[in-house]
């Protein structure tokens, strides 16, 4: 009874995590929201976000590190997207990492002709993607091998489609790059003018 009671218990949170991704999904796609941008304090963000993954990093014994240089405390975007980015992004990096490893967050700002650009980069030292699933991750529904995500805690296939619509709304850019047993890399680009972050 045991047994099948963790079954149904294990089936119920991922049914409740698909809803609540497709949820998400759906809002970052309708014509009708809106995501004002305004000014967000990095530094309190990764520590909320750090305390949201605080079970997980800990039940894998894994190093949270950041690196955020003086003076990117404070960037231009929407809160809710840079949350929600940030969050799917430190959940996949610890599922798809070995006990013992680290899960790093870099800030870096960019300047450049049309306005600064600020870079969040999500990089862990875990199994890594094979090249041919590479350009497929960011498709929905889509999970990489069962056995190379190390975690009997399946996700819902739709965190980094969720990431992928989300840094679109801010006009900004997602690029990954992984190394088969040497980790994975997820980088943002969020530009930092207030027209272009701004989206109807």
Request: charged residues 30%.
């Amino acid at each position: 009874a045991r047994h099948f009671i963790d079954v149904i218990d294990r089936h119920g949170k991922r049914l409740e995590m698909l809803v609540a991704d497709l949820l998400e999904l759906s809002r970052l796609e309708s014509a009708r929201t809106q995501f004002r941008p305004s000014e967000v304090r990095l530094g309190e963000l990764l520590a909320e976000v750090r305390e949201q993954h605080e079970e997980a990093l800990a039940r894998k014994t894994l190093r949270w590190e950041t690196d955020l240089p003086p003076g990117l405390d404070r960037i231009w975007a929407n809160s809710h997207l840079i949350r929600v980015i940030l969050d799917n992004l430190v959940d996949n990096a610890i599922k798809f990492s070995d006990p013992g490893g680290v899960v790093r967050v870099r800030c870096r700002q960019t300047p450049g002709p049309g306005g600064a650009t600020v870079s969040l980069a999500v990089e862990d030292e875990g199994c890594g993607i094979r090249p041919e699933e590479q350009a497929r991750v960011f498709e929905r529904f889509y999970q990489v091998e069962r056995a190379r995500s190390g975690s009997a805690m399946r996700g819902t296939g739709l965190g980094l489609s969720i990431v992928r619509h989300a840094v679109a709304a801010m006009k900004g850019t997602v690029e990954l790059t992984s190394e088969p047993g040497r980790g994975t890399t997820v980088t943002v680009q969020i530009p930092q003018s207030p027209d272009s972050a701004a989206v109807s």
